[in-house]
């Protein structure tokens, strides 16, 4: 691990097998959600908290890239809805969940962190080369 | 109700008593949540499902004011943490909670959509007026 990075903070220290797409700032990884298979996540690179502990422009960069995979899920998948959600309570390294749901999937219409209304129906993930060429696009479009 | 809205959404028809701050394509709502009074909604006011429904424009500008919320937030209450999130799954009409987190608040570091950890201590909500001077501050900003 290089100095003065955050001990055990799992997204200072990536698999890169993980990483869908990534840039200087930040990158998508896929995530092992038995349940949300298509669940993404937008990861800044730097050990920070908060959205607003970033410049602007870094901010509206990561949220151009969070909107960019918003873009590609929906095309590839066609989910009933998509959700975006950034917390970090447990993990306080910014990153963005964004997570194509279904009004059959485990837990629609509740978050995915609510009670399970059901067994589910569990939808498969994108795939990642294309994926990663849908988010390019998408960034170079806008 | 104007024609050629959908019926029964909430989000088409707020009270303007709830409306802590506005301009003509979204406003802040103050939302009566016992546990987390701090909690805001940034609605858009068409009814539209998904960010990536919006001109790349008009999602910039709703981000830019979801930041400034946050921003006025962290100022005012000095919480533990920000969340951050647009679902929809109930309400399809695009919105996005603001919620100021506290390390001894009922659900924490689960999600308020999760499951309760504790009785949990209760956080005033940010005072009205010098949180819409906050957000307005935040905007003009950047």
């Not at 990561?62 to 309570?89: H, W």
């Not at 067994?119 to 806008?142: N, T």
Request: charge should be negative; include cysteine; glycine fraction near 2%.
């Amino acid at each position: 691990m290089p100095p003065n990075l955050p001990p055990n903070c799992p997204l200072c220290a990536l698999s890169p097998a993980d990483i869908l797409w990534e840039d200087a700032r930040c990158c998508v990884i896929r995530v092992a959600d038995a349940f949300h298979p298509g669940l993404c996540r937008v990861v800044w690179r730097e050990h920070v908290a908060e959205m607003t502990d970033l410049l602007p422009a870094d901010r509206r960069h990561l949220f151009a890239v969070v909107m960019a995979t918003e873009a590609a899920l929906r095309a590839q998948l066609r989910p009933d809805k998509i959700n975006l959600a950034s917390f970090g309570n447990m993990v306080p390294h910014l990153h963005w969940h964004v997570i194509p749901r279904y009004r059959d999937d485990r837990h629609f219409p509740e978050a995915v962190w609510g009670a399970a209304q059901r067994e589910g129906a569990v939808h498969a993930a994108a795939d990642p080369v294309a994926l990663a060429r849908a988010i390019d696009d998408a960034l170079a479009e806008h």
